[in-house]
């Protein structure tokens, strides 16, 4: 419906910041449904300015129905997390170290110096050499360690969804053999 100049300044003033309130809105919406619902308030009829006797006139409102779209929160699904322990076997190789003894056996030479530093043998004073081999095993222990985290949030997704329902309207016919622009 368009409105007169003078009507559409006198609105209520709103921010330009590109966001419309909900309250700003309602402001609006009461302003301009006011003008619309009674037929005053600077509405432009469009049509030459027309006297009407308003002691004999008799006069009819119509009406229509809107939809009224909001939205609502429900659940739409649920998301677990649950930790599972797998076992699985490990193989590695290990590198590890041993002695072996190496036993060499030499012939002495009568003429060498070992030769002529004369033992003796004595069955009571024997010697015994010991000689301690040495050798590396694996040893297996186990350590835990982190090795993910898994992080879990909610974002909120803006989508649109195309709603519909029937509304009913009030149209008023006028019959009779009245000519128009006459007077009645």
Request: no cysteine; proline share 4%; aromatic share 2%.
């Amino acid at each position: 419906m368009p409105f007169t100049k003078a009507y559409i300044k006198d609105a209520p003033n709103i921010d330009v910041d590109g966001h419309l309130s909900v309250e700003e809105e309602q402001r609006l919406w009461d302003y301009y449904s006011s003008a619309r619902d009674t037929g005053r308030h600077g509405v432009d009829t469009g049509g030459p300015d027309v006297d009407t006797d308003t002691a004999d006139a008799d006069n009819m409102v119509a009406h229509e129905e809107r939809l009224k779209i909001g939205t609502e929160q429900r659940e739409a699904g649920q998301v677990r997390l649950r930790k599972r322990v797998r076992t699985e076997n490990q193989s590695i190789e290990v590198p590890v170290q041993r002695e072996e003894l190496v036993v060499e056996r030499e012939k002495v030479d009568p003429n060498s110096a070992d030769a002529s530093s004369a033992g003796t043998i004595d069955d009571a004073g024997r010697e015994d050499e010991v000689v301690t081999l040495r050798e590396e095993r694996p040893v297996v222990d186990k350590e835990t360690v982190a090795t993910e985290k898994v992080n879990v949030g909610k974002r909120t997704v803006q989508d649109t969804e195309t709603v519909s329902g029937e509304v009913r309207k009030e149209e008023i016919d006028v019959e009779g053999d009245a000519k128009p622009g006459a007077k009645r």
